[in-house]
């Protein structure tokens, strides 16, 4: 059976579409089967695992109507190591088109339930926004990995994204939980990051995971070759801090 993870934030630019493609590659180079599921219209994580987002035949956005199964409108990307249910701009249409329809919110949990044991995780990069499309995330992950900056309004942006989670979890999802908190760019030499890092650990306790993902320019520069980093440069700090954050992953997972 997959776990399957919403990461998660509705700011954007927090660096989740980064933290999806790299930990999915560190996931797949430790042995886990892996499906990358884009739920944003911009198409970041599609790209960024080596899919051309404009030549998609099917997307996610298939699938949340019903006119297409996960298996036809995945792709195995091969340099990047895992399958990717892609998107691309088509989905922005399909906020509107749900409202109008039954079981909008659990339309992507019908779907990957059909794939269910073609996977040990399934990774969902969400949009940065609580539409109905992260509530489709939401309504089918176990839980959620939240990447953030360790800056001054951070924890103050945290609270909507828990309200939102509570509520998800009190009427759409009893399974969902935040499973950790991510600490992503983080520069050690800024006292004001080194900070926010203690005040986080202090509010959420085990909840912040261990590993730290360093700023790094590699991470940066391996989407626009159709790279997630770890794949793209195994050898530099954030690769080697993502295939670190993988093994977490799959040591928290076990215990869970
Ligand atoms: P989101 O998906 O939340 O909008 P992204 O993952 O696209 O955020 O990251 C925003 C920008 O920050 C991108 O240009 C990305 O390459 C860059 N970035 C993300 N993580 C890092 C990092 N650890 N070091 C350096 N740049 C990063
Ligand atoms: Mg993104």
Redesign the pocket.
């Known amino acids: 059976m997959a776990k399957i993870f919403c990461i998660a ?1 509705q ?10 493609v790299n930990l999915a590659a560190g996931l797949a180079k430790v042995g886990q089967r892996v499906l990358v599921v884009d739920l ?1 219209p ?1 198409g ?2 599609t790209m960024g695992s080596g899919i051309d987002k404009r030549a998609l035949e099917l997307s996610v956005y298939d699938v949340l109507l019903e006119s297409s199964s996960v298996a036809e409108a995945k792709q195995h990307s091969a340099k990047a190591g895992y399958d990717v249910l892609g998107a691309n701009r088509e989905l922005a249409g399909a906020e509107v088109e749900l409202v109008e329809l039954e079981r909008r919110e659990r339309r992507l949990k019908a779907a990957l339930a059909v794939v269910d044991k073609d996977y040990d995780f399934i990774l969902i ?1 969400c949009p ?1 926004s609580l539409s109905m499309l992260t509530l489709n995330g939401l309504c089918c992950a176990h839980g959620v990995i939240v ?1 953030m900056q360790c800056e001054y309004f951070a924890l103050e942006g945290l609270s909507d994204l828990v309200n939102t989670i509570k509520q998800v979890h009190a009427n759409l999802n009893a399974d969902l939980q935040i499973i950790g908190l991510l600490r ?3 520069d050690p030499r800024i006292t004001l990051q080194n900070q926010v890092s203690d005040q986080l650990k202090g509010h959420f306790g085990d909840k912040v995971f261990d590993t730290v ?5 590699r ?5 626009s070759y159709g790279l997630p980093g770890v794949v793209f440069d195994p050898s530099s700090k ?1 690769a080697q801090a993502f295939v670190e954050f993988a093994r977490e992953m799959v040591r928290r997972i076990a215990a869970m």
């Open positions: 934030n700011k954007g630019g927090v660096g989740k579409t980064t933290t999806t944003d911009q970041n994580a990069d940065p990447p992503v760019m983080f993902i360093p700023r790094n320019v991470l940066a520069e391996a989407p954030g």
